[in-house]
Structure formats: C-alpha cells, structure tokens
T-cell receptor, first 113, second 108 residues
Framework: GAGVSQSPRYKVAKRGQDVALRCDPI?????LFWYQQALGQGPEFLTY????????KSGLPSDRFFAERPEGSVSTLKIQRTQQEDSAVYLC???????????FGPGTRLTVT | QKEVEQNSGPLSVPEGAIASLNCTYS??????FFWYRQYSGKSPELIMFIYSNGDKEDGRFTAQLNKASQYVSLLIRDSQPSDSATYLCAVSDNDMRFGAGTRLTVKP
C-alpha cells in the first residue's frame, strides 16, 4: 500500500518568508508525528497528533512553528518568518493507535537563504 | 547530557563480519527501544524493536536490551555492503527520542 507522503520534497525560502509543509499519512494511521532533522543529527521530535487532536507540541522550537490536522488525516506544519536555523529536513511519521512502530515519509528539505 | 547517546562513528567492518552498534539512554523509565536504518538522503526505516530485557533476533539482526545498565545494542551478522548506512537508536515512553546515529561502512 501507499506509504507516508510529504510535499514539497524540497523548499527554498528567503529569510522571513512563511512556509507550509504537507504530510499525508498511511491510510488508517491515527497517530501522526513531525520531526526536524538537522544535518548529521537524529530526528528531533516536534509534535504529535492523535486523529485531529494535537496531544503534544512540546518539541516545537518557537511560536513561529504551528501544526494542524483538522480532519484527522492530512497534516500541515507551518513555519512563519523563517530563519536560517530552520534549515533542516522535516520528517513526518505515522502509526496505528497504540503502536510505537512509526513509518516515516521521505521528508521535506527546507533551505532558508 | 543527551537523552540517547550513540557513538557517531564511522564504524567500518569488512564484509561478512559482525557489526556491533551501541546506545545508552538516560531515562530509566523508558519502555520501548528501536533501531532505525537511514541511508544517505533517505528517511529512517524501522529494522528492530525490543521491549524486554535480553536478546531479540530477526534474520541477521539481533537487538540486545539491558534496562539495568540503560543500554541497547544492535548486532548485524554477516555484514553486507548494502548494510552501509546510519543506524539510529530511538527510545520511547510517550515521545520518540533519537540518538544522533552511528555511521556504518561495510567494506567489500
């Protein structure tokens, strides 16, 4: 079946611009996670949804970061007024409810110039 | 102190050898432990998970967990060049916390 998809795969933004990153989880996966992966580092947790409810947003680095999943399926991570330190790969993962086994999408590589 | 620590490597082993990857974690209450493989430019893919102390084998892979020592390892037997990748250790209680990864190179 189809895996987790993310779009765009690559995004170049000028400092100060707003960006929106999309994630389509595996059909039927209730849980959805966003991670930020800097070069040479492991993924860092950003936020977690169960259906449309955002249960944990403790990893969002600042109030410029905002995530939503209004219908419990597709999710969007929005970054306002992008800064150079936001440059990273943003990974989305999904899992079945109650399962720790997360399946990752291909990621969006964001470069802020 | 980082929550999940891994030796960044690179770890280089000859083809056919056993590769041993190690990970320590700081939260004694952690319950679930995972190994992900990440090829360069690709997303992580789950290869093993372990919840109980002891060993868990899956094909050429064996995960070992010692909760008293807060230590989890991954052994790869009969290493192949296609195993060359970064291996990420992850620990989960509520959130998933990843180590920085160990880069493994298997030389033909």
């Amino acid at each position: 079946g189809a895996g987790v998809s993310q779009s765009p795969r690559y995004k170049v933004a000028k400092r100060g611009q707003d960006v929106a990153l999309r994630c389509d989880p595996i059909s039927g996966h209730v849980s959805l996670f966003w991670y930020q992966q800097a070069l040479g580092q492991g993924p860092e947790f950003l936020t977690y949804f169960q259906n449309e409810a955002q249960l944990d947003k403790s990893g969002l680095p600042s109030d410029r970061f905002f995530a939503e999943r209004p219908e419990g399926s597709v999710s969007t991570l929005k970054i306002q007024r992008t800064q150079q330190e936001d440059s990273a790969v943003y990974l989305c993962a999904s899992s079945l409810v109650g399962s720790y086994e997360q399946y990752f999408g291909p990621g969006t590589r964001l470069t802020v110039t | 102190q980082k929550e999940v620590e891994q030796n960044s490597g690179p770890l280089s082993v000859p083809e056919g050898a056993i590769a041993s990857l190690n990970c320590t974690y700081s939260d004694r209450g952690s319950q679930s432990f995972f190994w992900y493989r990440q090829y360069s430019g690709k997303s992580p893919e789950l290869i093993m998970f372990i919840y109980s102390n002891g060993d868990k084998e899956d094909g050429r892979f064996t995960a070992q967990l010692n909760k008293a020592s807060q230590y989890v390892s991954l052994l790869i037997r009969d290493s192949q060049p296609s195993d060359s990748a970064t291996y990420l250790c992850a620990v989960s209680d509520n959130d998933m916390r990843f180590g920085a990864g160990t880069r493994l190179t298997v030389k033909p």
